[in-house]
């Protein structure tokens, strides 16, 4: 996640808590020009159960979208918001050991951030919503429009931003990285006399890095929108869920707005929140709909170069979103690919290029005439939007895992689902117990910064779901099972 990014939403998340939960954090400097009063905003619905609806801005206004030529400007009021500073500090570390045959390698590595930022004093801008259903009442959509088009296409949702957020000064964030690591390998071999040679490497990689942005003012760091209810011409309405009609003569609203079961995409979308201290066996009913997709990265001819792609990217975020976004078009679009260059970075691209290397994406691609993606190409969006939606610290502790210890997780987590009894500990994959507890310790923080608790009782080892609520527990274990999966054998 960008400087940038990381600073306004932590901005809204301090804010949820005296709204109503309406705040959008922007992402993106680049898109603060667009977020300008009644600016068209696409959201696009989530295509699994636990992600969250992502925001797009648009170059266009909602006028641009209405027929007829009489414009009208929106009336928007002004008030000064709050001052806002903000210091945080994370501190991280692990570290992991492989030992095959003759060869014995030992990795270490920490690290911690701090940033600082200053908002200044903030202002406020609020469309009078009043005044813009009374300038709407008898205007007509225009449906030959291509954005109304592609959106109804898609079965997004058409937005207009009701309320900014934006600096008044011009202000700065500041973060400092430091990252230490270190590796050592010992390569033990047998002489022609008996005796036992042993050759050692060992290096260290010291990074700091220090990172500075001025914002200018009139900056907008949040907003919130008024979603469009598109029937047989545009309906705008103080908390309506935006859609377009069906042919039933039905609104289809945002997956999102609704708190029942759904199919999109030929997904289920039915959104069954994990119970809280619950033993792991509470998530097997929503992990076996997703299984049988993942089972098939174990079949794909270029898996391992697909593992290391993605294990890259664990340590960037940006790369993350980017790529789930990227294989989120390609499925919607039923496995035609129609490449994005300029909303894609390198990664992307290379991974788009890996999948394409793959027969059964490769036949299917070019043809619409299937309604849905290839499983295979489902399957990799399946984990890569698990990895996406799992927080920096889990990211951070994966990273620190060697594809063995991975697979012995994965291992262990499937025993603890098995039954809702402690395992007992003769169970336990010998890996993990390596190390002097080193392992152990990893596994443990790994689970946690999900919202899963490990811990050893009298009859054994026992994990449960922890006290906050939410899908972490659920998508760690499909992104265990999904990279355990593409460590499955050779190309």
């Not at 030992?99 to 390698?105: E, G, N, T, Y």
């Not at 945002?254 to 199919?263: E, G």
């Not at 993990?432 to 152990?440: A, I, S, Y």
Request: aromatic content about 4%; glycine content about 6%; charged content about 25%.
């Amino acid at each position: 996640m960008s400087v940038f990014s990381k600073a306004t939403s932590s901005f809204v998340r301090q804010m949820q808590g005296d709204r109503d939960g309406s705040l959008i954090h922007v992402s993106r400097p680049h898109d603060s020009h667009k977020l300008v009063p009644l600016a068209v905003v696409v959201k696009r619905n989530r295509y699994w159960p636990w992600q969250r609806p992502k925001y797009q801005p648009s170059d266009f206004i909602l006028r641009d979208l209405l027929q007829g030529d009489a414009a009208f400007d929106p009336d928007v009021t002004e008030s000064p918001f709050i001052s806002y500073n903000e210091t945080s500090r994370d501190d991280k570390s692990g570290n992991w050991k492989a030992k095959a045959d003759m060869v014995q390698v030992d990795v270490e590595g920490e690290g911690s951030s701090k940033r600082k930022l200053s908002f200044g004093n903030l202002q406020n801008q609020k469309v009078t919503v009043k005044r813009l259903l009374e300038d709407c009442r008898d205007r007509k959509l225009d449906m030959r429009h291509y954005l109304v088009q592609q959106v109804q296409k898609r079965n997004e949702v058409l937005a207009v931003l009701k309320e900014r957020v934006l600096t008044t000064t011009p202000c700065g964030i500041t973060e400092t990285q430091k990252k230490q690591g270190s590796c050592m390998g010992v390569l033990n071999l047998m002489g022609m006399l008996g005796t036992e040679i042993s050759v050692q490497e060992s290096f260290s990689v010291n990074v700091d890095r220090d990172i500075s942005l001025e914002i200018p003012a009139q900056t907008v760091i949040a907003y919130s929108l008024l979603e469009l209810e598109i029937q047989k011409e545009l309906c705008l309405q103080p908390e309506t869920f935006g859609g377009f009609e069906s042919d039933s003569g039905t609104s289809s609203p945002s997956f999102d707005t609704v708190d029942q079961q759904r199919v999109g995409n030929g997904i289920d979308l039915s959104r069954i929140q994990p119970p809280k201290r619950a033993p792991l066996s509470a998530l097997n009913s929503e992990l076996q709909k997703q299984e049988e997709s993942l089972c098939l990265l174990a079949e794909l001819p270029v898996r391992r170069c697909l593992f290391e792609m993605l294990f890259k990217s664990l340590e960037d975020r940006d790369t993350l979103s980017l790529q789930e976004q990227a294989l989120a078009d390609w499925c919607c679009r039923a496995g035609v690919l129609e490449l994005q260059p300029q909303r894609m970075n390198a990664p992307s691209c290379a991974l788009l290029d890996l999948l394409c290397l793959v027969p059964a994406i490769q036949s299917e691609n070019g043809s619409a005439a299937e309604c849905s993606p290839p499983p295979q190409l489902t399957a990799v969006h399946l984990l890569v939007s698990a990895m996406e939606a799992l927080p920096d610290e889990t990211l951070f502790q994966l990273t620190l895992c060697s594809p063995e210890i991975l697979q012995a997780i994965d291992e262990l987590i499937c025993q603890l689902r098995g039954s809702c009894q402690p395992l007992p500990d003769n169970s336990v994959p010998a890996i993990l117990l390596e190390e002097d507890g080193k392992t152990w310790k990893l596994l443990e923080q790994l689970l946690r910064s999900s919202n899963v608790t490990l811990e050893r009782v009298k009859d054994g080892l026992r994990a449960e779901t922890g006290s906050e609520e939410g899908d972490l527990p659920l998508v760690l274990c499909l992104t265990i099972r999904g990279l355990s999966s593409l460590c499955n054998g050779d190309d």
